[in-house]
């Protein structure tokens, strides 16, 4: 008789919290104010979507878009055509209009203006709203022309293919020109020309551009190569006056040549010539001017200058 009555007694312990729990969880879904709240809670799951079609998109406001053609830039220098934004768009396929909420609308500004072959460098793509984006750059500054049997095609300082298109055949007179060149460029606008000589060359004209009118220069001429002058060290630069004179100048500047001289003494070389005899081709010239000396200029007439190759 007791162990029957301890079997009921467990029977009725494992049966009451189940029937609590079943009461407890009726009575919760059953409030008033847990009803209310699934009833807000359905109703937001369909009407939120129709809302949404019903709102503006943000993204298309006026003062979140802005056409990429009143893209703001720094004030470009009158070497660099009219329609520069306009090319960077095009070149880059970028969209007529964009989006200021766009996460990555700085990059693709910043990607579009480097790929362009007058822009040195990106310094900042900043944005604002209303819609306004600001690129501030470092262009690419034209320093001489390189004749070649196609023409002439512009160069900056560190020898990079600038756009010839952008250059009438006048415009291409205001810069001095680097003559007797062996090689043609490798690779596009905005791309280095792929000659060490050409880079040497490039490097003269920049340092003599202060002094190239006064001086009255017109070319800047590159050695033939020999197998005595296959690298840039041993290359021996000329300079080219509108009489006709030639001035042997020597290695390109940076040069650690022993015994050569900088390009600062090397101005000054020309500066005395000129302060002694007023222009390089008087009284009797036209003549072959070394200033590589230490101690002394040489001259003499251009027709008794030697044939042999100069080291």
Not at 120 to 128: C, G, H, I, P, Y
Not at 136 to 158: C, H, T
Not at 183 to 190: H, Y
Request: aromatic fraction near 8%.
């Amino acid at each position: 008789m007791a162990k029957k009555a301890n079997e009921k007694s467990k029977t009725v312990t494992t049966k009451t919290p189940q029937s609590s729990s079943g009461n407890f969880l009726t009575r919760l879904l059953f409030r008033p104010r847990f009803l209310l709240y699934l009833a807000v809670l359905c109703s937001l799951t369909v009407l939120l979507p129709k809302l949404k079609n019903l709102l503006p998109e943000v993204t298309q406001r006026a003062e979140y878009r802005l056409r990429t053609t009143e893209i703001e830039i720094t004030k470009p220098p009158r070497w660099i055509p009219g329609d520069f934004i306009k090319q960077v768009v095009e070149f880059a396929e970028l969209p007529e209009e964009m989006s200021l909420l766009d996460d990555a609308v700085t990059k693709k500004i910043d990607r579009a203006f480097r790929r362009h072959p007058w822009v040195a460098e990106v310094v900042a793509v900043r944005k604002s709203i209303p819609a306004r984006i600001e690129v501030e750059l470092i262009y690419r500054r034209p320093v001489a022309m390189v004749r070649v049997k196609q023409g002439m095609y512009p160069i900056d300082v560190e020898g990079t293919l600038l756009p010839p298109a952008n250059f009438s055949v006048a415009e291409t007179g205001l810069y001095p020109a680097i003559e007797n060149v062996q090689s043609t460029p490798e690779g596009p606008s905005g791309t280095s020309w792929g000659d060490e000589a050409v880079s040497g060359a490039a490097r003269l004209a920049e340092i003599l551009a202060p002094h190239w009118k006064k001086f009255n220069l017109v070319a800047i001429r590159i050695p033939s190569r020999t197998t005595d002058n296959t690298t840039i060290d041993n290359l021996i630069f000329e300079l080219t006056t509108a009489g006709g004179s030639q001035i042997i100048w020597g290695r390109a500047p940076g040069s650690d040549h022993p015994g050569e001289l900088s390009a600062e003494q090397k101005i000054g070389r020309l500066e005395k010539y000129r302060s002694k005899f007023g222009q390089f081709d008087h009284p009797h010239g036209p003549y072959e001017i070394d200033i590589r000396h230490w101690q002394e200029i040489s001259r003499r007439p251009l027709t008794l200058r030697p044939t042999q190759q100069r080291r």
